[in-house]
């Protein structure tokens, strides 16, 4: 724990999943503080999940690029594997995934209404690790080592998934929004 320059402020370091991005806890234990205006947590909140959506759609976009030019590189048989259809199938309807993900990104950029943002987070949390999930697969034995960078946009994946909610967070909260009632 490391106090901040003001008194009553301490912050603790602790683990992260994504060690690209620290983490860390702030508490303010009478801290001297002065109001800035009104502030609406929620609007504050559904923007960061709007960029964070974003964020998600870059990282399941360059597990996807970057798995297929692998797949394109790396023989087995004497066949690049990128020709075997069983991968083809995987890798197609990854691409699918991704356009859904790019136009809720877009959506949720354009109208970060909370409807568009919990649409978004629902369904690109998911793609992204998906989509780093079938990178580090694809890549073999590479992609579990330090010697390839996939592993790494796994673990942002993973933590942007439960960064602002989880994508059942959203989806319940989708449902609210919408009135969807579940089964009684």
């Given at each position: 724990v490391r106090e901040g320059a003001a008194g009553g402020v301490a912050v603790e370091v602790v683990p992260s999943l994504d060690l690209?991005?620290?983490?860390?806890?702030?508490?303010?234990?009478?801290?001297?503080?002065?109001?800035?205006?009104?502030?609406?947590?929620?609007?504050?909140?559904?923007?960061?999940?709007?960029?964070l959506a974003s964020e998600q759609l870059g990282v399941a976009e360059w597990c996807l690029g970057t798995t297929l030019a692998y797949v394109k590189e790396r023989h087995q048989f004497a066949r690049p594997i990128g020709s075997f259809q069983a991968l083809k199938h995987r890798l197609a309807d990854l691409w699918l995934d991704v356009v859904r993900a790019r136009a809720a990104a877009r959506s949720a950029a354009a109208d970060p209404s909370a409807v568009s943002v919990a649409v978004a987070q629902s369904w690109n949390a998911g793609v992204a690790v998906h989509a780093a999930e079938e990178a580090v697969q694809l890549h073999g034995g590479i992609g579990m080592t330090w010697e390839h960078p996939v592993h790494l946009f796994l673990k942002r994946a993973k933590a942007g998934e439960i960064a602002l909610g989880t994508p059942g967070d959203h989806r319940e909260a989708l449902a609210s929004l919408v009135d969807v009632r579940g089964p009684e």
């Open positions: 690209t991005r620290p983490v860390a806890t702030v508490t303010f234990d009478r801290a001297s503080a002065r109001r800035l205006g009104a502030c609406d947590l929620a609007g504050v909140l559904r923007a960061g999940a709007a960029l």
